[in-house]
C-alpha cells in the first residue's frame, strides 16, 4: 500500500495550526489513579476528568476548536424560530453535500433515533458494513435487526488492506435475496468504521453499493460521523481520487446517499448533530420526530453558538490540512507500539490507535474483559483513559447469554489538533512498558450491569489483586516519578 504522507522526515507529523488556548493538565502519583480506578468500577467510563491526564476515550465533542469557529460563536443569533444561525447552517450543508432539507438534532444517536422511529419495523433487516453500538441499540428497539455485512479483511487484525471498512457485495446480494426486499428498510454504510479500528471504505465500493441499492430499489444511509478520517483515506489511498480536491470526493458520496447523518461531536468539532436529504417524502416523515424528541425545526437541541461552531467546521474538514491531523498522529503512536512489539491493529485507521487485547493479554480469557482489563490497566500506570471495545460493549441476548465480540480493542482515540507528539510519545512509553510486564494484569467480573448499554455504566472488580501488583512494580521500576 503506498500512501502520500504529510510528515516532516520520516514519521513525524507535523501541526498545521499553532496552539493559542491551552488547558492545565493533571497528573496524579500512581497510588491516586489506581484508588480512582477502584473508585470507577474499573470502568473507565466512570473516572472523573480531574483524575485524568491524557483523555482518549474519545474523539466525541473534545476536538480542539479552531480561532475561526470560536468567532463566529459570538456572532449566533439566539432565537427560537427562524434563526438566521440555522440558515447559515443549512446553507453549508446544501453547499457541502448538496442536500435540500436539513434536520437538526442534539447528537448522531438522536439522528439514528429518528431514523429507526420513521424507517425501521417489526422484522425489519438492515444490512451495513459493521454496526455502531448506538445504531444497532436503536434498531433493534424499534423491532429490527441488523446484519452485518463486512469483507474477509474487515476482522483481520494485522492487515495491509486499505479499506476494511468496504461493504462485501456479493453478501449484500444475498442478505437482501434471502430476507426479501420489502423487509429491508434501508442499507447503511458508516464511514471510518468505528468498531473495527477506524477503518474507511473506498468511494469504488459505495458507488458499487449504490448500484445494488438502484437495482432493488432500497434507499442508502450514510454514516457520516466520522467522514473526515474516511476522506483523507480516499484522497491518499485510492488511486482514482488522488486528483480529486476533499470537496469533490464529498460531494461525490453524497450525492451516492439518500440520507446522510452525523454526529457533529466529531464531524464539523463542536457538538450537536443533524441529518440531511433531498427526498422530500422521507424529510417530511422525519420532520414531526424532530420536533417531538429535539426541539423546534431551527435547532433541533442544538444551541446557536454550537451551529456556528458546525458551519465553520464543516468548512474547515473540506480542507486536507485539518483532516490529515488525526490519522497521521494515530499513524505515528501506532508505528512507535508497533516498534515496541505491542499488538495493534494496522494499517492504522481514524479515530484512534487501537491496541489488540486478546494479544496483549493473551492469559484473559474473553469472559473476564480482556479489553476492559487493559483500558483498566493503561490507566493505572499512565493517567492515560482508554476505552474498551469488546466484550463489555456487547449486550447479553435474551436468555441473558452473553455473546463474546469479534474483537477485543482498547480504543485510545486521538482527539483532533489536541495532543502534542511529546504527549503521544508518552503515551506509546508507558503503554509499551506494560506490555513488558503484561503477565502482572489479571481478569475482571460485573459487580453491577446494567440492561442497556451496559459498559457506559457498569462497575466491575478484580478477579485477584492484580493492580496493587502492578503498581508495585511500577513503582519499582519509576520511582515516585509520576
Ligand atoms: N455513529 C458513529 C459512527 C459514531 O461513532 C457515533 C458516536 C455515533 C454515530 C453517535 O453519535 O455520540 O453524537 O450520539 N461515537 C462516539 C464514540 C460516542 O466515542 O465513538 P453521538
Not at 458508516?190 to 434507499?219: H, W
Not at 458520496?253 to 454526529?263: G, K, N, Q, R, V
Not at 441473558?400 to 510519545?425: C, Y
Not at 459487580?447 to 501488583?469: A, I, M, Q
Request: hydrophobic share 40%; net charge negative.
Amino acid at each position: 500500500m503506498s500512501e502520500v504522507k504529510f510528515y516532516y522526515g520520516e514519521n513525524i507529523p507535523l501541526e498545521m495550526h499553532k496552539v493559542r488556548i491551552v488547558q492545565k493538565l493533571n497528573l496524579p502519583p500512581v497510588e491516586r489513579r489506581l484508588e480512582a480506578m477502584k473508585e470507577a468500577g474499573y470502568n473507565t467510563f466512570l473516572l472523573k476528568n480531574k483524575d485524568i491526564f491524557m483523555d482518549m476515550l474519545t474523539d466525541s465533542g473534545v476536538n480542539a476548536m479552531s480561532d475561526r469557529q470560536q468567532a463566529a460563536m459570538m456572532l449566533a443569533d439566539d432565537s427560537y424560530a427562524g434563526s438566521e444561525t440555522f440558515t447559515k447552517l443549512e446553507n453549508k450543508i446544501e453547499e457541502i453535500f448538496g442536500k435540500k432539507y436539513f434536520l437538526p438534532t442534539h447528537q448522531g444517536r438522536a439522528c439514528e433515533n429518528i431514523i429507526a422511529q420513521s424507517l425501521v419495523k417489526k422484522d425489519s433487516v438492515v444490512p451495513m458494513n459493521y454496526h455502531f453500538t448506538t445504531t444497532q441499540a436503536h434498531i433493534t428497539l424499534n423491532g429490527g435487526s441488523v446484519k452485518e455485512i463486512f469483507t474477509d479483511e474487515a476482522l483481520k487484525l494485522t492487515s495491509d488492506c486499505p479499506f476494511k471498512g468496504n461493504l462485501d457485495i456479493d453478501k449484500l446480494i444475498d442478505v437482501i435475496e434471502s430476507n426479501g426486499v420489502e423487509n429491508i428498510p434501508f442499507v447503511r454504510m458508516e464511514a471510518g468504521t468505528n468498531l473495527i479500528g477506524g477503518q474507511p471504505f473506498s468511494l469504488e465500493n459505495m458507488k458499487e453499493v449504490r448500484k445494488v441499492c438502484d437495482q432493488y430499489g432500497l434507499t442508502l444511509i450514510l454514516d457520516a460521523s466520522l467522514l473526515a478520517d474516511n476522506l483523507y483515506f480516499i484522497k491518499i489511498r485510492e488511486e482514482q481520487c488522488k486528483d480529486m480536491s476533499i470537496r469533490e470526493i464529498t460531494r461525490e458520496m453524497a450525492d451516492l446517499a439518500d440520507i446522510i447523518y452525523f454526529s457533529a461531536r466529531k464531524l464539523g468539532c463542536a457538538r450537536g448533530g443533524g441529518i440531511c436529504t433531498s427526498n422530500e417524502e422521507m424529510y417530511m416523515k422525519m420532520r414531526e420526530y424532530i420536533t417531538l424528541y429535539e426541539g423546534f425545526l431551527t435547532y433541533g437541541g442544538m444551541s446557536v453558538r454550537e451551529m456556528e461552531a458546525i458551519t465553520v467546521g464543516l468548512d474547515e474538514t473540506m480542507d486536507m490540512d485539518m483532516i490529515n491531523q488525526g490519522p497521521q498522529f494515530i499513524a505515528y503512536m501506532t508505528e512507535e507500539l508497533q516498534k515496541k512489539g505491542v499488538p495493534v491493529i494496522t494499517p492504522a485507521g481514524g479515530l484512534g490507535c487501537h491496541i489488540n487485547a486478546m494479544g496483549f493479554v493473551d492469559h484473559i480469557p474473553q469472559n473476564e474483559y480482556p479489553a476492559g482489563v487493559l483500558a483498566a490497566a493503561i490507566y493505572i500506570i499512565s493517567g492515560v483513559r482508554g476505552m474498551e471495545r469488546g466484550t463489555m460493549s456487547e449486550q447479553r441476548d435474551e436468555n441473558g447469554n452473553e455473546p463474546l465480540a469479534n474483537m477485543e480493542l482498547v480504543r485510545l482515540a486521538m482527539p483532533r489538533r489536541v495532543f502534542t507528539l511529546s504527549q503521544v510519545k508518552y503515551a506509546a512509553d508507558r503503554i509499551a512498558w506494560l506490555y513488558e510486564n503484561r503477565k502482572l494484569i489479571g481478569g475482571l467480573k460485573f459487580v453491577d450491569e446494567p440492561k442497556v448499554l451496559r459498559f457506559f455504566f457498569g462497575k466491575l472488580d478484580t478477579l485477584s489483586d492484580w493492580p496493587t501488583e502492578l503498581m508495585k512494580k511500577f513503582k519499582e521500576d519509576f520511582g515516585d516519578s509520576l
